[in-house]
């Protein structure tokens, strides 16, 4: 699914990306996911999103003025009980754009490392299962951990 998006998002959006990947839990071989496919795409300015909407649009993203912030844009997929893909525009080389591939990267590359955080997201998921902003600042101590391991 994500091989097939890349090509839509690549033909829609044309010079305005420099760089896509496939990112979240569903990149990582071996880790639990939901079926929802997580998208990073770098452009050269975060002000080119405003060129990317309408292509976006096209596609069945949803632009939404309150998800832009000043590390990211974010563009949802899919009806809203049950998004299909999330998509992250961010600047190309920002911290956002490499410490989500390095971490993506590591988990990859550690399955030891791979499990504990799926071992924390279900730990999660079972304790914030309607708070989905506590479940995601549950994760952050254990992705800085991984970032610290990665730059080693």
Same mark, same amino acid.
């Given at each position: 699914?994500?091989?097939?998006?890349?090509?839509?998002?690549?033909?829609?959006?044309?010079?305005?990306?420099?760089?896509?990947?496939?990112?979240?839990?569903?990149?990582?071989?071996? %880790?639990?996911?939901?079926?929802?496919?997580?998208?990073?795409?770098?452009?050269?300015?975060?002000?080119?999103?405003?060129?990317?909407?309408?292509p976006?649009?096209?596609?069945?993203?949803?632009?939404?003025?309150?998800?832009?912030?000043?590390?990211?844009?974010?563009?949802?997929?899919?009806?809203?009980?049950?998004?299909?893909?999330?998509?992250?525009?961010?600047?190309?080389?920002?911290?956002?754009?490499?410490?989500? %591939?390095?971490f993506?990267?590591? %988990?990859?590359?550690?399955?030891?490392?791979?499990?504990?955080?799926?071992?924390?997201?279900?730990? %999660?998921?079972?304790?914030?299962?309607?708070?989905?902003?506590?479940?995601?600042?549950?994760?952050?101590?254990?992705?800085?951990?991984?970032?610290?391991?990665?730059?080693?």
């Amino acid at each position: 699914m994500y091989e097939t998006e890349e090509r839509e998002l690549l033909g829609a959006l044309g010079s305005v990306i420099l760089d896509i990947e496939h990112i979240g839990s569903t990149s990582v071989p071996g %880790l639990a996911a939901k079926p929802l496919i997580d998208i990073i795409v770098s452009v050269s300015s975060l002000n080119d999103y405003k060129k990317a909407i309408k292509p976006l649009e096209a596609l069945g993203y949803e632009y939404m003025p309150e998800r832009v912030f000043s590390d990211r844009v974010f563009f949802p997929k899919g009806p809203g009980e049950n998004r299909t893909f999330h998509l992250s525009l961010v600047e190309k080389n920002s911290k956002q754009w490499t410490e989500t %591939l390095i971490f993506r990267d590591y %988990l990859r590359s550690h399955p030891q490392k791979r499990d504990e955080y799926m071992n924390l997201k279900e730990d %999660l998921a079972q304790r914030f299962a309607d708070d989905r902003k506590s479940y995601t600042e549950g994760k952050d101590a254990f992705i800085k951990s991984v970032l610290v391991l990665a730059a080693k």
